[in-house]
């Protein structure tokens, strides 16, 4: 006998993992705080990789419908130095392991696949208490609670489950991203479109780092990496667009000025967004009843792997409670020793190239360039330097 899950959040995550506990005809009910599916913009463009997010979409059962969403062309890369130089180039052949979609198409595809009703939307955690014997209540902002045999928080970075398994919580990793848009951009920002390319840029330096996709629609996603003070971001008024553009423009004084366009250009006004981590192996005693997936469980600075580690684990989660249909602990064991494992290695830089830090002296165009290439000569293998995942 299955017992019914409960999911705190509707993220990539929490939905994978709803999405195969329904396959396996296991109860599942996932509790959302927004209002509706389109009750806020989920971001830029997610490169979906071969290793991890892909498998996860298999045991879904929703990897044709997710090839229906590849935006073609966008694994194209470009490496620049601060003066323009364009470092590297790689064209997209269509043979990467690494299909770009965009974020907001990909959750949606998650939730059409799922009975109606499946998620209650609205429904924001104000607090969790263990009641003994494994089960579980979930306060919500409008009074109403929720008992459960099995809880799974799926609700991010400052997870109200969380506390029920650690008192770890996130910290500042010393950056903070800011969001720009330029729309239109091939006819309203040629330069900036031509400096773009077809895909994604990258022109780091240390302490400051410009990332631009070309999204569906015509559309430039620039994010803004600066290593400062949480203060020194509280001291610009986001709230004035145009100084608040011109004061982050201003960090970049002396870059080529069709990279300095990404920013001075925008349509939208600049969004901050600190970046913070959990330690990167953290573990917690198994407490019955109860897990974490995703951000909730192993929050990461950005690199790549966040949204795919998240799918994944609730594809594994969901396999595993599958297994396990009279032994619920046995399956969140299984489950939360693989994950520790897992997330642990791509923390601590075990797949793939390791990213220098934004400070460090290495975070530039030829620094990276020369780290891809001692990678590549040590695992003969094939690809480019990649790009962290945009938060």
Same mark, same amino acid.
Request: charged share 20%.
């Given at each position: ?36 599916p ?29 090839r ?18 364009v ?14 979609v ?25 607090g ?12 919500f902002?409008?009074?109403?609670t929720v ?19 650690t ?31 077809? &895909?994604?840029?990258? =022109?780091?330096? $240390?302490?400051?780092e410009?990332? !631009?996709?070309? /999204?569906?629609g015509?559309?430039?996603? @620039? ?29 970049f ?63 594994e989660? &969901?396999?595993?409670? =599958?297994?396990? $249909?009279?032994?619920t602990?046995? !399956?969140?064991? /299984?489950y939360?020793?693989?994950?520790? @494992? ?32 001692e ?17």
């Open positions: 006998m299955h017992t019914p899950v409960t999911i705190i959040g509707a993220g990539l995550g929490g939905l994978t993992l709803a999405r195969v506990l329904h396959l396996h005809g296991i109860p599942v009910t996932v509790h959302e705080a927004e209002a509706s389109t009750a806020r913009a989920q971001g830029g463009m997610l490169d979906i990789h071969d290793y991890n997010g892909q498998l996860a979409l298999e045991a879904a059962g929703l990897m044709d419908e997710f229906g969403l590849v935006l073609e062309g966008r694994q194209a890369m470009r490496l620049l130095d601060r003066d323009g130089t470092v590297f180039e790689q064209a997209d052949d269509g043979t990467g392991g690494r299909p770009e965009m974020r907001g198409e990909l959750r949606r595809l998650l939730i059409d696949s799922l009975p109606a009703g499946t998620v209650r939307w609205g429904h924001k955690v104000s969790t208490r263990a009641l003994g014997g494994g089960r579980h209540e979930v306060r902002t409008d009074g109403t008992t459960t045999g099995l809880l799974v928080g799926a609700d991010g970075a400052w997870s109200r489950v969380r506390p029920l398994l008192t770890a919580t996130p910290e500042y990793t010393g950056t903070t991203c800011v969001d720009i848009y330029l729309y239109d951009a091939d006819t309203r920002h040629p330069v900036a479109a031509k400096t773009v390319g077809s &895909g994604s840029l990258m =022109a780091p330096s $240390p302490g400051k410009l990332f !631009a996709h070309r /999204e569906s015509d559309t430039l996603h @620039v994010y803004v990496m600066l290593s400062r003070p949480q203060d020194w971001f509280a001291a610009v008024d986001f709230t004035d667009a145009e100084a608040a553009t011109a004061r982050i423009a201003a960090e004084e002396g870059w080529a000025p069709e990279l300095t366009a990404l920013i001075t250009e925008a349509d939208t006004a600049p969004a901050p967004r600190s970046l913070n981590t959990l330690p990167a192996e953290l573990r917690w005693d198994r407490v019955p009843g109860v897990t974490l997936l995703g951000d909730a469980a192993h929050l990461q600075a950005p690199n790549g792997e966040g949204a795919n580690l998240a799918m994944l684990d609730g594809a989660l &969901g396999k595993a409670l =599958a297994a396990h $249909p009279d032994d602990e046995a !399956a969140l064991t /299984e939360e020793q693989a994950m520790f @494992v897992r997330s642990a290695e791509i923390a601590l830089g075990g797949e793939g190239m390791e990213m220098p830090g934004i400070d460090s002296e290495k975070n530039t165009a030829r620094g990276l360039l020369a780290l891809f290439m990678s590549q000569g040590s695992q003969g293998s094939q690809g480019n330097p990649g790009h962290p995942e945009h938060p």
